[in-house]
């Protein structure tokens, strides 16, 4: 497996790979890699002959107080894991060459980050826009995967990718789970075994939710109080927001008559974790 | 030579090109071709095996009340002028199939726009940056010129190109000028005859101030006044800005004790002008 660390040699490794005929297929990631991540690498090996992940933290997604500077990192468990995978080249870049003296330029959406997310973490999504729009001309590639558990990430990545024409295809992978339903997510190596605990909250919401549409309640309302009961029953846990929403523009609706998504984002200690789920009536 | 309006068929015409081992130069334009883009494609062709002019006036780049409506238009003429000094494609987008239903993504940049035009017209470069990283991700270039005529808009593509990794060489190509001095510009086709004849007075001023330098005048204000002395005496004549500044970073600079630009923007009745120049001490 290639590690390559500077943009100049990965844009030369690219340029090689589809000068011979190589499709190239990308995972961006933080690192820290977990079963989700690795159902993305995997997938990735299902459309390219190269597969490139990257590891950066990227600090122009976090906003000053976030967790940036204790974001978990194990860069060599990280490559052994993506190899495992099936991933043929680790590219992780230092700060200093993505973000170097008098960087200014940003990519930044004006609708879809004004929702979920996008409101308690302003910044969040121009970071994340930035950021793969670099790393989408450094890698070159042909398609490239996002996981469904940053499911607004996902459309935001969508919508730019369109916008900017972009000429890769963005696929979007499954929210892999813990055996007890909790999302995976880098961020729940913060959880003390108590909150780990208390973090199912999310998922039994989305699960009920679910159960609850099955049955035909229809009404949004109804079914994010119904969510809002089950976190609210643990003190610790704090809402960010509970949203059912179009899948594609992110609008709330009011009744689930049609697929719709249901986000939630819910503060267990100091640890913010989001989660998500199809409601299909 | 190629006719090309779908971005998608943009898209697999430069793939082909590069699968050939074919260099791609790019000149995009807004049309109503002079010999300055003239000049530019000539420079494309010293670089490229394909030589791809865009013709495209981007709304996105103009305010309301600005001369989008009015911009002067003549593609057939365009194409025979840009085939004529070596163009092999002219890629030439309708304005739906590259700002379609919901679009909302646009590149920006934080510092270098905050001075000379960006200041009366703030949205400008944004619709710049943003147009031309649309064109990048469509023409797939390896090279592309610009025009030193629109100086901070080369000084945005550089940096642009350099924050967000575009694996694209950026070629300035120098002013040309009409027999009498006027830089040559679309917009010129705006003036009356007496417009034109005082239209001089920006070239008049630049050429006085080279002047000035190389006979060891060096305090930025007092060049400053001597252009703006020229510029008034026209009552038509309306100033938007002289200035001296650092080549790079647009920084104004108070004494030329080394290479320095000085550009102007000027309106003469209603048509906005620019033009600029390296002073050398």
Sequence with gaps: MNIIS????MQSFADQARAGGRVIAFIPTMGYLHDGHLSLIREGCRHGDEVVVSIFVNPTQFAPGEDLASYPRAFERDCLLA???GATTIFSPAERDLYGDGYQTFVALEKLPFHLCGLSRPTFFRG?????SKLFNIVKPHVAVFGEKDYQQLLVIRRMVSDLN???RIIGGPIIREADGLAMSSRNSYLTPGERQRALCLSKALKQAEAMVRDGVSGAADLIDAARKIITAHPDAVIDYI????PETIEAVQTVDGPARMALAVKIGTTRLIDNTLLLP
């Excluded at 500077?6 to 040699?9: A, E, G, Y």
């Design 6 to 9: 500077s943009p100049k040699d």
């Design 83 to 85: 190899e495992g995978a």
């Design 243 to 246: 949203e059912i929403f179009d």
């Design 166 to 168: 972009f000429d890769i």
């Design 128 to 132: 994340v826009a930035t950021v793969v």
